[in-house]
């Protein structure tokens, strides 16, 4: 199948500080990337649409200046928390479209995911 | 506002039985549904799926099932193996894979 990876795979760091996170698709282009955030026990939530060559979109409640996507190639997405806060803990995961064959034959549309950047910001 | 909800968050089953976990949505739009399965500090890794114009499929020991008119979907995974405990998430789309949106996932223990 599809590998995603994301780098770092966890991070901390000092308050205010800008953190980037790296996504790439290893073995597939991607002309669509997603970035979702998932806090502990709860459901991954979708942050934004990263488009390759254009802008981003934004889901509703997400600042975009805060959380800025770059999406330079088919193979890399680019997350920067900027000015980051104790607040913007949490789990990172990117994921990129694509297709997968099942057990059983035949072709199903998925997305992808990372592995996921734990970010911990004191 | 949940859009696909999991209300079981946890499930405990024997090895060899058969794990069902549910999964309820209430976007009429929703026309592709997946599931995926996470361990702890790892990204989802997808499962299975199913189009609205189907209401099962069938991959190995998982077979989703697909209730359009009661907006519900089910997991089945039988026989259940401990290497299958982990968190369990279905997933909503609109026209195909793109732009999903989770359950608060479904914690499945196999015991031996």
């Known amino acids: 199948g599809a590998v995603v990876s994301q780098h770092p795979s966890w991070v901390i760091c000092k308050s205010g500080t800008s953190v980037k996170i790296e996504c790439r698709s290893l073995?597939?282009?991607?002309?669509?990337m997603f970035w979702y955030r998932q806090f502990p026990k709860q459901s991954l939530m979708l942050m934004a649409t990263?488009?390759?060559?254009?802008?981003?979109?934004?889901e509703q409640g997400v600042e975009k200046d805060k959380f800025l996507i770059n999406h330079a190639s088919l193979t890399l997405s680019t997350l920067t928390v900027t000015s980051a806060h104790p607040e913007d803990s949490s789990f990172y995961i990117c994921s990129a479209g694509g297709r997968v064959e099942g057990l059983a034959g035949g072709r199903q549309e998925t997305q992808y995911f990372g592995p996921g950047t734990r970010l911990l910001v004191l | 506002d949940q859009q696909v909800k999991q209300n079981s968050p946890s499930l405990s089953v024997q090895e060899g039985r058969i794990s069902i976990l549910n999964c309820d949505y209430t976007?009429?739009?929703?026309?592709?549904f997946l599931w995926y399965k996470k361990y702890p500090a790892e990204g989802p890794t997808f499962l299975i799926s199913i189009s609205s114009i189907k209401d099962k499929n069938e991959d190995g020991r998982f077979t989703v099932f697909l209730n359009k008119s009661a907006k519900h979907l089910s997991l089945h995974i039988v026989p259940s193996q401990p290497g299958d405990s982990a968190v369990y998430f279905c997933a909503a789309a609109t026209g195909g894979g793109n732009k999903l949106t989770f359950g608060t996932g479904t914690q499945l223990k196999v015991e031996l």
């Open positions: 990263s488009n390759e060559g254009s802008k981003a979109t934004y």
């Open positions: 976007n009429s739009m929703f026309d592709y």
């Open positions: 073995d597939f282009q991607a002309t669509t």
